[in-house]
């Protein structure tokens, strides 16, 4: 068998704090191990294989990306069992990783499912097996290491935080560097003994270390005084959990370690924190807004209602352009026909689209159920009872059997073959041993878009703000094939400018020609779109449908009059949410006193809040499950 030959760790060019990572993860399996990220042909993989030179007698076990559950997991010792007629466990690659590292490429592309049972094995050290008739618990203490490529796909944010640490891995930019890195590259190709031999004592070197830092890891307690340092950093870091600060303390260790002392200073604790904290930092959330006081009834009478202006006779009437002829923001100036449209009235207007608007990836972490969908696309992995798809596991069958899963028919019949007549044949299989093939693929979502197209969303160019990161999210339903559907609110109704269709460029068309102007029922937008999604329900019964709602949240009109608008919208975004309903709301609200309505309905339906100015930050936004 040949010797696979890597490039040496010592040899690759810059990343410094990646191989520090890397080495952390190596000394050290309670650091939480590390996920790598980077572009293409950044050396993320060359760099994760060359570790294994100077990590000593601990091996890097690569996970293969088609690897199967009983290669990964282990399973039934088939030869074992036909020769024998027992059932025995068969270790899998996991088992074989203990007191290893287990290095995932493409973590991001691996069903989300193993990648959870792994990190559960390797936070808690320790793995149970039952399937076929076997229950088996092994040891699985390892360090977990995942590469990955973002262009390809995000992991969910429950995934990433069990990672203890992040690394991003950046091209280098200067063109000496960037030079160095291929004269390297070549001479490797060239001679690849001659140049492993260049670079030995700088391994050889690099071995040293971390083997002292093993041993110099046992050594090193943590004070109170880090303990707290470790605590205030994560709470100014807005850190969930307390993951944060025993993965940030262990890391600090790791590095103290490999510096080679056996006490903790303030200064690794600041080195630990670039790799615990970044991928963990959340925004500080906003208070609620404050109610305002209750007046008194004799108080209430003297004022004047907003919505209703105060009768006045002709000749009492201030000319046009005076204060007392001022009209709301939201409510339609009667003197508009008569006046050139002035800014700041309501009139109808129709706002362009921003071009400039970033494009926005929507990532959804969606909990997968058992029901078998039909469809294709790009976006969510689903159960499909077609045999199309990637065969993932075996089932008993409930009916005839469409899709022979032949391993698991085999392994299912291997334990009587001392017992059966065999005639002629090799194995006797019966029809209690038939096992149907459970396959998975991907399809597209359903995305309805409800937009608040009132005369509030005309102010400061807001509206084309908005028009650009709906169509922006729209480019990204085109590519993962998703079907679409728009819904604008204005005035006194709502509107279905389209139903639920996959063609996006009429989508945008729509969306192009929408004007603002009026008031804001928001209440009979959630309603309109809360029916468009249960009659489209009653048809596709598969479908999974995500709400995206686009309002600053300031409802001023109520379907019964005399209503209270923001109470009516909260009841039906209740509403929305006992649906089972997944909803993200994007809060357009910009102006220096923000009421914060939109996050009061976010909160009642539980929804995923974004601000519009954080999604062209970020660029991505995270659809999760309904909140509780």
């Known amino acids: 068998m040949v010797q696979r030959m890597v490039f040496p760790f010592a040899a690759i060019v810059g990343q410094d704090s990646v191989k520090q990572a890397l080495l952390i993860a190596a000394v050290n399996p309670k650091a939480g191990g590390v996920l790598v990220a980077g572009e293409k042909g950044t050396a993320k993989s060359t760099l994760v294989r060359a570790l294994a030179e100077v990590t000593g007698m601990v091996q890097i076990i690569e996970l293969p990306l088609n690897a199967t559950e009983d290669m990964v997991f282990g399973g039934l010792d088939m030869q074992h069992a036909v020769e024998c007629g027992e ?22 592309l691996l069903r989300r499912e193993f990648v959870n049972a792994l990190q559960d094995a390797a936070i808690t050290g320790v793995h149970m097996v039952e399937r076929e008739g076997i229950s088996c618990r092994h040891e699985a203490m390892c360090s977990l290491i995942g590469t990955m490529n973002p262009e390809e796909g995000a ?6 935080d069990r990672f203890g640490l992040y690394a991003a891995v950046e091209r280098e930019q200067d063109a000496q560097v960037r030079a160095e890195i291929v004269r390297r590259i070549l001479a490797y190709d060239r001679d690849p003994e001659g140049f492993r031999l260049q670079y030995a004592a700088l391994t050889a070197g690099i071995r040293q270390q971390v083997a002292a830092a093993r041993q110099l890891l046992q050594a090193i307690i943590i004070p109170e005084t880090m303990m707290l340092l470790a605590a205030k950093m994560c709470a100014k870091a807005h850190s969930a959990g307390h993951r944060a600060e025993l993965f940030l303390l262990e890391t600090a260790r790791t590095i103290a370690a490999l510096a080679g002392r056996d006490y903790l200073l303030p200064v690794d604790m600041e080195a630990a924190a670039c790799y615990v904290l970044p991928q963990r930092m959340r925004q500080e959330q906003e208070p609620p807004p404050p109610e305002p006081p209750e007046q008194p009834q004799e108080e209430q009478n003297q004022d004047q209602p907003q919505n209703q202006p105060p009768e006045q006779s002709p000749d009492q009437q201030p000319p046009p352009g005076q204060p007392g002829n001022q009209q709301p923001e939201d409510q339609p100036d ?6 050139p449209p002035a800014e700041g009235n309501s009139q109808e207007k129709v706002a362009d689209i921003d071009t400039q608007f970033p494009f926005v990836r ?8 058992r029901q078998e969908r039909r469809g294709n696309g790009k976006r969510s992995l689903t159960r499909t009872d077609t045999k199309q798809g990637r065969y993932v596991r075996a089932g008993t069958p409930r009916g005839a059997v469409t899709d022979l899963a032949f391993d698991a028919t085999l392994r299912a019949a291997a334990p009587y073959q001392r017992f059966r007549d065999k005639g002629n044949c090799c194995i006797a299989i019966e029809r209690e041993d038939l096992r149907q093939k459970i396959r998975e693929k991907r399809i597209g979502n359903t995305f309805l878009f409800v937009v608040d197209a009132s ?13 650009g990161a709906v169509c922006a999210m729209l480019q990204d339903a085109y590519q993962k094939r998703d079907q679409v559907g728009l819904i604008a609110f204005r005035r006194q109704t709502a509107e279905v400018l389209l139903p639920i269709t996959r063609s996006v460029d009429l989508a945008q068309k729509c969306l192009r020609h929408l004007p603002t102007g009026g008031k804001t029922p928001l209440a009979e937008g959630l309603a309109t779109a809360l029916t468009v999604l249960v009659s489209r329900q009653k048809k596709e ?10 309002t600053d949240g300031r409802a001023n009109t109520a379907a019964a009059s005399g209503g209270d608008s923001i109470a009516e919208a909260l009841h039906i975004a209740g509403k929305i949410k006992m649906a089972g309903v997944h909803s993200v709301v994007i809060d357009t609200e910009s102006d220096f006193v923000k009421l914060g309505l939109a996050r009061l309905v976010a909160r009642e339906m ?6 519009l100015g954080e999604l062209s930050e970020k660029n991505i936004m995270h659809i999760v499950k309904n909140l509780p």
């Open 362 to 369: 929507m990532e959804l972490s969606l909990p997968q159920d």
């Open 455 to 467: 005369g509030s969303m005309g102010a400061r160019e807001r509206m084309r703000a908005v028009k």
């Open 87 to 108: 059932r025995r466990f068969l270790p899998g690659i996991l088992a074989r990783a203990h007191k290893h590292v287990l290095y995932i490429d493409e973590i991001n």
């Open 606 to 611: 539980g929804s995923t809040y974004y601000r």
């Open 334 to 339: 009667p003197s508009a026909a008569q006046q």
């Open 541 to 550: 019964q598969e479908m999974q449908p995500v709400l995206v709602l686009v």
């Open 155 to 160: 992991l969910s944010p429950q995934i990433i």
